[in-house]
């Protein structure tokens, strides 16, 4: 059976009969419906804190799945789990992978600078200002691609650009 048809919570359990209704009504193939059903497990695993085995789900949900959109949402969700694992360069890698197949994902722009801010924060524990500086100029240009995307949107990152003064530039 799989992991998302055994989660107890009641909107992963929604979740997963809705798609499922989903799969059965629009013209799929197997192998999309095998890709989608490991992307299913990868999230309710990655939701569960499982991270090994959300990681083991999505690149399997990788190999199957062909449909670039699709993919983008996959690779954002490895990005996401090697964040919370605490591996920030290997999340940047899979976060800069996702908007190349879907360039309309503020939530994959928006978490890479995320990452940048908190490795320039890293960079000002060192020491080392200079670094810092540059993490923080590329997190700006990350939160701007974010905020341009879906305007309105990110407001924290709006004013974290204003008080920076990093927003001037902005247009």
Same mark, same amino acid.
């Given at each position: 059976?799989?992991?998302?048809?055994?989660?107890?919570?009641?909107?992963?359990?929604?979740?997963?009969?809705?798609?499922?209704?989903?799969?059965?009504?629009?013209?799929?193939?197997?192998?999309?419906?095998?890709?989608?059903?490991? #992307?299913?497990? @990868?999230?309710?695993?990655? +939701?569960? &804190?499982?991270? =090994?085995? !959300? *990681?083991?789900? /999505?690149?399997? %949900?990788?190999?199957?799945?062909?449909?670039?959109?699709?993919?983008?949402?996959?690779? #954002?969700?490895? @990005?996401?789990?090697?964040? +919370?694992? &605490?591996?920030? =360069?290997? !999340? *940047?890698?899979? /976060?800069?992978? %996702?908007?190349?197949?879907?360039?309309?994902?503020?939530?994959?722009?928006?978490?890479?600078?995320?990452?940048?801010?908190?490795?320039?924060?890293?960079?000002?524990?060192?020491?080392? *200002?200079?670094?810092?500086?540059?993490?923080?100029?590329?997190?700006?240009?990350?939160?701007?691609?974010?905020?341009?995307?879906?305007?309105?949107?990110?407001?924290?990152?709006?004013?974290?650009?204003?008080?920076?003064?990093?927003?001037?530039?902005?247009?």
């Amino acid at each position: 059976m799989p992991r998302s048809q055994r989660n107890d919570n009641f909107i992963d359990k929604t979740f997963t009969v809705l798609a499922d209704i989903l799969l059965q009504i629009l013209p799929t193939t197997k192998r999309e419906r095998e890709a989608f059903t490991y #992307y299913r497990d @990868g999230m309710s695993a990655q +939701s569960e &804190g499982e991270y =090994a085995e !959300a *990681l083991r789900s /999505y690149y399997e %949900a990788m190999r199957l799945e062909v449909d670039s959109y699709d993919r983008s949402y996959i690779l #954002y969700n490895i @990005g996401l789990t090697h964040t +919370s694992n &605490g591996k920030h =360069a290997r !999340a *940047l890698e899979y /976060y800069f992978q %996702a908007p190349e197949r879907n360039s309309f994902l503020p939530q994959a722009f928006n978490n890479m600078a995320v990452t940048c801010h908190h490795r320039g924060e890293q960079a000002i524990n060192q020491g080392n *200002l200079e670094i810092s500086e540059a993490w923080f100029d590329q997190a700006a240009e990350y939160w701007k691609q974010a905020i341009a995307l879906p305007p309105g949107n990110y407001i924290e990152a709006q004013n974290r650009l204003k008080i920076t003064g990093r927003f001037s530039s902005f247009s």
